[in-house]
């Protein structure tokens, strides 16, 4: 008969942080305890201490997580050779498929710091945000300096405007369940930046090419 291989570690990691998010979702901070982890990947609360020492250290490194797959990638969408609006369009979808497809990570961490007033949490947050809205601000530019955009509206504010998005995803995604449509969206919003910031010679060149409407 054969037994099952044991999962290694990196995999027994991902599991109780794939859970930790699910609970942080559907029930709560108040919630989101070893036990109740435990419980949901299956495992004993040593099991889950030999992998994190604390639910902080599972915390942080859901949120180093979020750095690697998500902001490096948002800062190379910035940086890549393409037109500003193609640029915006991609970063924009890029980050909120990945918000959708991991429970709204960064607003339910906000919501678990401010829950145990994490000073430590808050200022990985905060990195966090200021470089998502750094890459954004960059786009937003480089696309006012080739002509693209409106060069009298304030980037900063502009990327304050868009930072708050992810928020309202969130919302339209606890109240609305399995009949969220990501795709929908995703265009709907891109669209309309695209339309609040491109000057008027170049919004309809850009629309038709890419036939979105």
Known sequence: MKTMKRASGTIRKRQIKAAALDILS????KNLSTKNLASHVHLSEGTIF????????????????????????????ASEASPAPERLHKFICFHLK???ENH????????????????ELKTQL?????????SFEQIIKEGQKAGWWNGSLSSHHVSSLYMGI????????????????????CEG??????LL????????????????R
């Open 26 to 29: 559907a029930e709560g901070v």
């Open 166 to 185: 992810p928020v309202s995803m969130n919302i339209e995604m606890y109240l609305s369940g399995n009949t969220f449509g990501y795709e929908t969206f």
């Open 104 to 119: 709204g990570v960064t607003i339910l961490l906000f919501s678990e710091a401010a829950c145990q007033n994490n000073s």
């Open 50 to 77: 030999r992998h994190f020492h604390s639910k902080n250290e599972i915390l942080f490194s859901i949120l180093e997580d979020v750095e690697n797959l998500l902001v490096t990638k948002l800062r190379k969408i």
């Open 98 to 100: 990945y918000l959708f």
């Open 197 to 212: 910031l491109t000057s008027s010679d170049k919004k309809m060149a850009f629309f038709e090419k890419n036939e979105i």
């Open 126 to 134: 905060n990195r966090i945000f200021l470089l998502i809205r750094q």
């Open 189 to 194: 919003i891109s669209h309309l930046v695209l």
